[in-house]
């Protein structure tokens, strides 16, 4: 299967460059694929399509300020991206610079504190962070929010609460959870008040979720690492839920890509540790009855997955049938939710 199946036509205009300014006043495109239907909803009508007893697994990871800026030794500016952190003063980074520094080289940041290359990792470079305080601190000092790529402008005041969701509670991650991001606090609680249940896991996203599929074949991508938590008391609300009839409906990528990563042989189990799962069509589901998410981009990781649950032609058709009506794309766009066909074992 080739990268360019999972390819697209998407007008620039479509890609949102700021969140509306109430969380939950976009779009949903509702894509039921046993029916093979689809339709254009408002997100607050979420409650609508789930029942008492289903239950919503989050992602509670919180998105670290974790765009740095410096200067080498020579005096050329860096831009520094953290990749994930490993340590209380060390991570693995992307380096925006004219000349890559070698291993040994410092970086000067905006507090006088350093930084030293421990060397590369692919196409990243390990820092280890010269400062008294603990990475996370200085990032929260000197960083950032890193806006994606796609995103064409520099990171405000107000991203620093919109582009983390009202639910972030674990530091780690260096871009959001986007699906977690169309929920407030009324809609969480219309969704309590109807039965509907609410887990978590934490995966901590790294920047690695931008870069692209550089292969041809799409079975020779290179999956970026990520590390995640999946703890007893979710594996037993699985159970619970599942035993009850109720549905798992994964709220985000990032939710599937940490159960299925979780799931031993169908069972889900308490798991900790990093995790390079690639999902795409013809791998079986074994966690999750449905997904809500956002619009990713063409030839993604992200894309080859929800078609992997839904089927390639029918998302490419609600891709299009999105573009079509205007819907807005990516981080701060729109959602939709998929509710695949039920597996045999679960009927």
């Given amino acids: ?5 999972f390819d697209f036509d998407l007008p620039n205009a479509l890609i ?3 969140p509306l300014p109430e969380r939950s ?6 894509l039921d694929a046993a029916a093979g239907t689809m339709s254009d909803r408002m997100f607050r009508e979420l409650p609508e399509f789930l029942r008492p007893g289903d239950l919503l697994v989050f992602n509670d990871t919180r998105v670290l300020p974790a765009r740095l800026y410096g200067r080498k030794d020579t005096g050329g500016a860096v831009e520094i991206l953290i990749e994930r952190v490993t340590g209380a003063h060390e991570a693995v980074v992307q380096l925006g610079v004219s000349k890559k520094p070698k291993e040994g080289g410092r970086i000067e940041l905006g507090d006088g504190s ?5 060397g590369r990792e692919d196409a990243f470079f390990r820092l280890r962070f010269e400062s008294h305080e603990p990475l996370e601190k200085l990032l929260h000092k000197l960083g950032e929010m890193p806006l994606p790529p796609y995103i064409e402008r520099s990171a405000e005041a107000s991203d620093l609460e919109r582009y983390q969701t009202v639910y972030a509670r674990e530091p780690g991650a260096v871009a959001a959870p986007t699906a ?8 969480l609680a219309r969704l309590r008040e109807k039965g509907v249940q609410s887990g978590y896991v934490t995966l901590h996203v790294g920047a690695g979720t931008f870069q692209p599929v550089r292969a041809d074949d799409i079975k020779d991508h290179h999956m970026h690492r990520e590390w995640l938590n999946v703890g007893a008391h979710l594996v037993e609300q699985v159970r619970r839920t599942r ?4 549905r798992v409906i994964a709220v985000g990528t990032t939710v599937v890509r940490a159960l299925e990563s979780a799931s031993v042989d169908g069972e889900l189990h308490p798991f900790a540790g990093e995790t390079q799962i690639f999902i795409f069509p013809g791998y079986r589901f074994s966690s999750i009855d449905g997904l809500i998410t956002n619009f990713h981009l063409p030839q993604s990781t992200l894309l080859m997955l929800v078609s992997a649950l839904a089927g390639r032609e029918f998302m490419l058709a609600a891709y299009r049938h999105a573009v079509a009506g205007r819907y807005r794309f990516f981080s701060y766009g729109d959602a939709m939710l998929i509710l695949p066909p039920v597996p045999e074992a679960l009927r």
């Avoid at 006043?25 to 509702?30: E, K």
């Avoid at 350093?114 to 421990?118: E, I, N, S």
């Fill in 16 to 18: 949102a460059q700021a």
């Fill in 1 to 5: 299967m080739k990268k360019s199946d």
């Fill in 180 to 187: 977690g991001l169309h929920f407030d606090e009324e809609m």
């Fill in 243 to 246: 035993a009850a009839g109720g």
């Fill in 114 to 118: 350093h930084a030293v290359v421990l």
């Fill in 25 to 30: 006043a976009s779009r949903l495109l509702h």
